[in-house]
Structure formats: C-alpha cells, structure tokens
C-alpha cells in the first residue's frame, strides 16, 4: 500500500470522526453518533474555507487510516515570522507502530517549510507518554509550559 497524503474532503467526515474516538481520549470526547453531529459539519466547513487551515488525511485507496490539522499563523515575534500548528493527530490503531505517524510527519514538516513557515508548533495531553516520546523522536522539544482554558 503506497499511502496518500491529501486535503481532506466532506465525504471523508465520518472517518474522520470514527480516528478522532479511535483511542481512550476521544472516546470520552467524541460523539459517533448518526447523523453525524452538525457541530462536525460546520467545523469542517471553517476550516476547508479558511486559507490558513489544512486538514490533511492519509488515504489507503480503501480507507482514512490517518489524519492531522495544520493551521497557519503570522506572529510578530520572530521577526514577523509565520508558525505552524499541528493538532488533532491520528493514526488508526490498526496501523500504529509501522511509521505512517512519522512519515505524516515528514510531510507536514515539508510543506510548512514550503510555506515559509519558521517554526512548528503542537501541544499533547499529558495523559498521552506515548505521543509525548513520539513528538521527542521526531525532534519536538517541551520547551513551554501549555495551558488551556476551556469555556462552557
């Protein structure tokens, strides 16, 4: 199986979906239920309108067995430099641990290079060792302290 990396389409929603509550986390968090929450739809919606926005899919010919969001963002600090984003990342469970998660890598990095990007950015949930020390292969460093703050 030779492994494309594509904009992800509406139609691959549902599968999309289905990764994001494949592990403990997303179950938790995800809904699966039919119809697919509006919620989705109009999320997907943004992101596909924006310009600085890419969701990015690993397409088996038969499946999506991976995905990651990369958002685009212009700073002043930096010299007026550009980041890059990277969130919702997943690989299907069934296809964990034979390198799909690091050549996704490989190609995020590429194409923020290709936009000019300086510097790549991504956050985990402590809760996740196994992601932390996959980010850490790949060369991510925790050099900030990351908070969130959720609203109702």
Known sequence: MTPVYRIAE???LPAIVA????DALGRQRE?????????YNTAFNAIAADPNNELIVIDS??????????TYIPYLTHTG??????????VHSDWRGKGLGAALFDWAIER???KGVAMIQLTSDKSRPEAIQFYQRLGFIASHEGMKLKLP
């Open 31 to 39: 809904d699966l239920s039919e119809p697919l929450n509006e919620s």
């Open 81 to 90: 430099s550009w980041r890059c984003l990277i969130e919702g990342v997943r």
């Open 112 to 114: 923020a290079k290709a």
């Open 61 to 70: 010919g038969t499946a999506i067995i991976g995905l990651l969001q990369l």
């Open 10 to 12: 509406f139609t691959d």
């Open 19 to 22: 990764l994001l509550a494949d």
